[in-house]
């Protein structure tokens, strides 16, 4: 704390994240008709480093044409990521047990490669009149994986009529630049993949193909969204309110693979010709009431799509002739309502949940394990669920206690999670999994009496 409201903060933060994932034996991993069989295919030991510094400034109270709270701050991370990889060969398979596609792997699966990215900002704060704030801000952002200096302004205001003090309009933009996934610059130097191509009476009929993942195009751009937001609150007697809210994000340079076949390999250059767009429109109600009880609804109508849907990877190099399309949690219609309500007894209270939305996308798969059509063209069944549950607060030894008991999935619906996607199969467009009714009990602790 510096004295008269203005206050430093510096701060360093370490993360390491270590996975390894190992099959149980060195058997061929098959793609069937009727699921997977064999031994999974990675033998995978991944490891990732980051260390982090901050530092931010508040400056004090500043008094022209209104008051200006103004801070600023600097953010510099570094990344190290490491992997030591062996991948095994896997099939796919015919409906009639004949091999279609036979995929390899060649070359060391050991790498590393670093990531170094700096960041500056100010912002203000203004509040011109005690109904009216604007917020504008600078940004400046340095990654050494594009090597690119970006600024990226930002602007929002929040207004509430001098008639009308229980209603709320606000709105901004900004330019906001993502950080490109080191994923993406490492897979150049992972195993190659080399697919073989069969046909029915088992002879070659294609291949061996080699699918190659280039970084030739040094000039890439970073990643980066626009972002809109339009939001209108209302709030009306009995601590009850509505609000509408729009959000729109415009995707502009997007890092991705983009096949460029040649006579004798698959070839994947990494450009900037990624384009999402994504537009989400909210409907809310809520309602706050005793102090400790509320409830609340809402209805969300969204899109989520891009011209590369599904990602491209050394360990499925697919050949999608069409890959536009929603992205893979798109759920163009959700509702959602949860609530804390009381009982006719003092010392118990309900609680709810219930949500209904869109099935998530998926993929219909040709029997060789490429895409057939557009990239996730089908959707799983709409996903419904209610949870209740009854609480009682009770008194125990100076503490109090909430023992609360219930239902998750009220209705039984099974929400499939699994779906077999591959043409011709017997099972073709068969939903597994999900779970069904089940009973929930737990205690939580409020304190001391």
């Known amino acids: 704390y510096l004295g008269g409201g203005a206050v430093l903060e510096a701060g360093y933060a370490f993360n390491r994240t270590t996975y390894h994932e190992q099959p149980q034996g060195w058997e ?60 095994n060969t ?15 792997f060649l070359g060391p699966g050991a790498l590393s490669r670093t990531s170094l990215m700096t960041s500056y900002y100010v912002q203000d704060s203004w509040r011109p009149r005690p109904n009216l704030q604007v917020e504008g801000g600078l940004r400046w952002d340095y990654d050494r994986l594009v090597r690119r200096i970006n600024f990226a302004p930002r602007l929002s205001a929040a207004y509430s009529p001098a008639r009308r003090p229980n209603m709320k309009i606000s709105g901004g933009f900004g330019l906001i630049y993502d950080v490109p996934n080191l994923q993406l610059f490492v897979r150049p130097l992972d195993q190659i993949p080399v697919v073989t191509y069969f046909a029915g009476d088992g002879s070659v009929a294609r291949g061996p193909v080699a699918a190659l ?16 937001t339009v939001g209108w609150e209302q709030r009306f007697a009995s601590n009850l309110s509505f609000a509408m809210n729009y959000l729109g994000k415009r995707g502009l340079s997007g890092l991705a693979f983009i096949p460029t076949f040649e006579p004798n390999d698959s070839s994947y250059q990494l450009a900037n010709q990624r384009q999402d767009r994504v537009d989400s429109a909210e409907f809310t109600v809520r309602q706050t009431f005793r102090r400790q009880y509320a409830w609340m609804a809402s209805y969300v109508r969204s899109s989520a799509r891009s011209n590369a849907a599904v990602d491209i990877t050394v360990d499925d190099p697919q050949n999608i002739a069409n890959n536009s399309g929603p992205l893979s949690w798109d759920a163009p219609h959700r509702l959602l309502s949860w609530g804390y309500l009381p009982t006719f007894w003092k010392s118990w209270a309900v609680a709810y949940l219930v949500e209904y939305r869109s099935g998530f996308p998926f993929s219909i798969v040709q029997e ?32 109090r206690w909430a023992l609360r008991g219930g239902f998750n999935n009220l209705t039984g619906r099974r929400n499939p999670t699994v779906v077999n996607p591959m043409m011709g199969a017997p099972q073709f467009m068969t939903f597994y999994g999900g779970y069904g009714r089940a009973a929930n009990f737990r205690i939580r602790w409020l304190g001391h009496d």
């Not at 896997?90 to 390899?104: A, M, Q």
């Not at 993942?213 to 809109?228: E, H, I, Q």
Request: no cysteine; proline share 4%.
């Open 28 to 87: 061929p991993l098959y793609y069937t008709a009727a699921g997977k069989r064999g031994n999974w295919f990675r033998d995978a030991r991944q490891s990732s480093v980051r260390h982090q510094f901050l530092v931010n400034a508040f400056a004090r109270t500043l008094n022209w044409r209104g008051s200006h709270l103004v801070k600023g701050g600097a953010d510099v991370s570094y990344i190290d990521y490491s992997q030591g990889i062996e991948r």
């Open 90 to 104: 896997y099939y796919h398979l015919r409906v009639d047990g004949s091999p279609i596609r036979k995929t390899e």
């Open 213 to 228: 993942f280039d970084l030739v195009n040094l000039g890439l751009n970073s990643p980066a969204f626009w972002t809109y």
């Open 368 to 399: 060789d394990g490429f895409l057939a059509g557009p990239a996730n063209s089908r959707r799983f069944p709409n996903f419904l669920e209610a949870n209740i549950h009854a609480e009682l607060k009770v008194s125990l030894f100076h503490h």
